[in-house]
């Protein structure tokens, strides 16, 4: 079965703290994942996708197939970057329908 | 330039009632989604369109879910004889293509909040 595992409901650090937030997965196939996130009042937006390999308001994201996870990083939090993650995935190349599948997602708050 | 456009923005209804949802994407976007988001459930997918092809509705949790798109633009997502547990937020997302060797980016509207009494 196809599904995302956010397992922290909430995370709470301090500025200037690091960050991981994590996701594992469970797919038949080589699936593409990604993170989106929502600032308060906000809609969701795309932050990162794995095969981008880019590095997204400082945070980065690396695939671990062997681990089945795509944790999200950043090295130094900062208080803007507060909001609600969510972990996705959907079918990979050739796929005829990118429907995402979420995880429940992680609210990170960064304290001052 | 505009992004995709939801309304109403809240609904209250009671039980059940029916009620509409719409969407608007982005011009030009020829793939639809809509998606559910609930408290303890996260996002989840209800169903997809994309251009003239049969819409996957593989997400739909049960018949009293339908949704359809007019002219290939705007989306109305219906739920008839409301329940309690259909209090959500349901959320729009358009892209430009879907399929193929790349993944096009969704965007989301800024979704209904449902409540239903």
């Known amino acids: 079965a196809q599904r995302v595992t956010q397992p922290e409901k909430l995370l709470s650090v301090f500025k200037g703290a690091p960050v991981e937030l994590k996701c594992n997965y469970s797919?038949?196939?080589?699936?593409?994942l990604f993170w989106y996130v929502q600032y308060s009042r906000q809609r969701l937006q795309l932050l990162l996708r794995?095969?981008s390999r880019e590095s997204i308001k400082g945070f980065t994201a690396d695939l671990n197939k062997g681990e089945t996870s795509f944790h999200l990083k950043k090295p130094f939090a900062q208080e803007e970057d507060s909001a609600m993650y969510y972990c996705?995935?959907?079918?990979?190349?050739?796929?005829?329908?990118?429907?995402?599948?979420f995880g429940t997602g992680t609210l990170l708050a960064v304290q001052p | 330039g505009a992004g995709v456009s939801q309304s109403p923005s809240n609904k209250v209804t009671e039980k059940g009632k029916d009620v509409e949802l719409r969407c608007d994407p982005i011009?030009?976007?020829?793939?639809l989604y809509w998606y559910r988001q609930s408290l303890g459930q996260g996002l989840e997918f209800l169903i997809y369109?994309?251009?003239?092809?049969?819409?996957?509705k593989s997400g739909l949790p049960s018949d009293r879910f339908s949704a359809e798109r007019t002219g290939g633009s705007v989306s109305t997502l219906t739920i008839q004889r409301t329940q309690q547990e259909d209090s959500a937020v349901y959320l729009c997302?358009?892209?430009?293509?879907?399929?193929?060797?790349?993944?096009?980016?969704?965007?989301f509207g800024p979704g209904t909040r449902l409540t239903v009494l």
């Open positions: 369109f994309q251009g003239n092809s049969a819409p996957d």
């Open positions: 997302a358009s892209s430009l293509v879907a399929g193929g060797r790349s993944y096009n980016e969704q965007f």
């Open positions: 797919y038949s196939g080589s699936p593409e």
């Open positions: 794995h095969i």
């Open positions: 996705a995935l959907s079918r990979g190349y050739g796929g005829a329908t990118n429907k995402l599948i």
């Open positions: 011009s030009g976007h020829t793939a």
